[in-house]
């Protein structure tokens, strides 16, 4: 199993900074996704990590001064009628283990197997009747110890279109009020972006007490 690392170290001058105007840090994990006609198999539209202007956190935690953040390149699939847009909270509604290469048909309120077609995507077709539902990946990650499962990505569907995601190993890094990963939030346009490969990998990040930056070390 792959096996990703980040090691943060916070200086004490800099958790103070943090913590006195109550933010959070957070990590942003960027996804590949597809929407298409599950008949025609014409591709309408592509997101990376976000949609009109939205960042979903995946993780967010009230930092020590040595941190760690541990996770697999295992995801799985969830349903949610929550509408995409900042402020909002995602609601998992449905959700299920997934492999890549499988496709799943979400009805009736949950997700059956239907095919492995193989390949590096997560695959939803949404057959439910009612509009209004959103499709993405969710994955386990470890901060610091504590185990946490939440969204990475949320994309509309509609009925009958297959949802493809693709996880990405390109991690961003920000500080945020928000310390609920399951809150949307606007899109960021700063942050530490770094980006891992596809073999297991460890990464040593700092923070730089006077810009307030997370870096590579």
Not at 188 to 205: E, N, Q
Request: charged fraction near 10%; hydrophobic fraction near 40%; aromatic fraction near 10%.
């Amino acid at each position: 199993m792959v096996k990703f690392t980040i090691n943060m170290e916070i200086s004490s001058a800099g958790l103070t900074k943090i913590f006195r105007s109550r933010q959070f840090v957070a990590l942003a994990r960027s996804v590949d996704a597809f929407v298409q006609s599950n008949d025609e198999k014409e591709s309408k539209s592509l997101s990376r990590g976000h949609i009109s202007g939205i960042t979903v956190p995946w993780l967010a935690f009230e930092p020590f001064m040595k941190n760690s953040i541990t996770w697999t390149d295992n995801c799985g699939l969830y349903a949610t009628t929550t509408l995409p847009a900042a402020g909002h909270v995602i609601v998992v509604n449905s959700q299920t283990n997934a492999q890549p290469g499988q496709v799943f048909t979400f009805k009736d309120g949950s997700f059956s197997l239907s095919s492995t077609e193989g390949g590096s995507y997560y695959q939803a077709v949404n057959h439910q009747q009612n509009d209004g539902l959103s499709f993405g990946l969710l994955a386990q990650g470890s901060v610091n110890g504590s185990s946490v499962t939440a969204p990475l990505n949320i994309q509309p569907m509609l009925l009958n279109e297959c949802g493809l995601f693709a996880p990405t190993q390109t991690i961003t890094i920000f500080l945020s009020n928000i310390g609920d990963p399951v809150s949307m939030i606007p899109a960021i346009s700063g942050g530490l972006l770094v980006t891992l490969g596809s073999a297991s990998a460890t990464v040593k990040i700092g923070f730089n007490d006077q810009t307030n930056q997370f870096f590579l070390k």
